[in-house]
């Protein structure tokens, strides 16, 4: 007989397996979701990996992570539209502005113009092209020097 028998080993009571469950409180999730949290944020945020909230997500209902950012990200945007709604009403003008070139596709006037010498190089103005300047230059100068070149 072997000098370990079935009297010789110790039961070992087996309480519980691996690291203990974490818990996700949803209204935390959508929180973190609804201000543009990402996954790695999220999860960093509640200590645990995106397996775990993919996980917990699933004994949701949710299909995983895409489905509940997709519906949840939304609010967020809601709300800081109307923050930035708001600022513009009470007249901050830089949000005026910023909201104007977003949604009206306003933009800068930009022209650039020059007067003298700047090394035989043109800069024409945005509102005309490279030909449009150089026939406008050379009507403005055509008794004052030779004409410029056509630019080909």
Not at 32 to 50: G, H, K, P
Not at 97 to 116: M, R, S
Not at 119 to 145: F, H, R, Y
Request: aromatic residues 6%.
């Amino acid at each position: 007989m072997s000098e370990f028998d079935d009297t010789t080993i110790p039961e070992i009571k087996i309480t519980g397996t691996g690291r203990p469950r974490i818990e996700i409180e949803m209204e935390t999730l959508r929180a973190l979701v609804r201000i543009q949290c990402t996954a790695d944020e999220v999860a960093a945020y509640l200590d645990c990996s995106i397996d775990t909230l993919e996980r917990r997500l699933k004994e949701e209902g949710w299909t995983g992570w895409g489905e509940f950012y997709k519906t949840n990200n939304s609010a967020g945007k809601v709300s800081l539209r109307r923050m930035q709604w708001e600022s513009a009403r009470k007249g901050d003008k830089t949000m005026q502005i910023w909201l104007g070139k977003q949604i009206l596709g306003q933009a800068d006037k930009v022209e650039n113009t020059h007067q003298g010498d700047i090394g035989g190089v043109l800069i024409a103005p945005a509102s005309m092209t490279p030909e449009q300047w150089v026939k406008k230059m050379n009507e403005e100068n055509k008794d004052k020097q030779s004409p410029m070149p056509d630019g080909d």
